[in-house]
């Protein structure tokens, strides 16, 4: 069972930058896309970005041009790199497979919170 750990965030004011982490233990790493996801208090996980084992990356409209997915195979990690963070992107982040129906078990993400 591949085990997923999150880290990097934190408590950052507006217009700032945060680098989240998401190590994934296991050997099929490199050869799955990935994805990272949120959870707002009261709202459903979303989809915020995809990155596939070529590389080939995807948005949500709400963070394009923002954040930044990026994966290194050889250390079976995944990050987000979140610029010109709004309080709307507060919230917990997760990682795991981006293909719906493929997930591993979820980790225990890691608090962003956006707030001057």
């Known amino acids: 069972q591949v085990q997923l750990v999150e880290s990097g965030g934190g408590l950052v004011q507006p217009g700032g930058s945060l680098r989240l982490s998401c190590v994934a233990s296991g050997s099929v790493f490199s050869s799955v896309a990935m994805g990272w996801y949120r959870q707002a208090p009261g709202k459903q996980r979303e989809w915020v970005a995809t990155?596939?084992?070529?590389?080939?990356?995807g948005y949500a409209d709400s963070v394009k041009g923002r954040f930044t997915i990026s994966r290194d195979n050889a250390k079976n990690t995944v990050y987000l790199q979140m610029n010109s963070l709004k309080p709307e992107d507060t919230a917990v982040y997760y990682c795991?497979?981006?293909?719906?129906?493929?997930?591993?078990?979820w980790g225990q993400g890691t608090q962003v919170t956006v707030s001057s």
């Open positions: 990155i596939g084992s070529g590389r080939t990356t």
């Open positions: 795991n497979r981006a293909n719906v129906g493929t997930w591993w078990q």
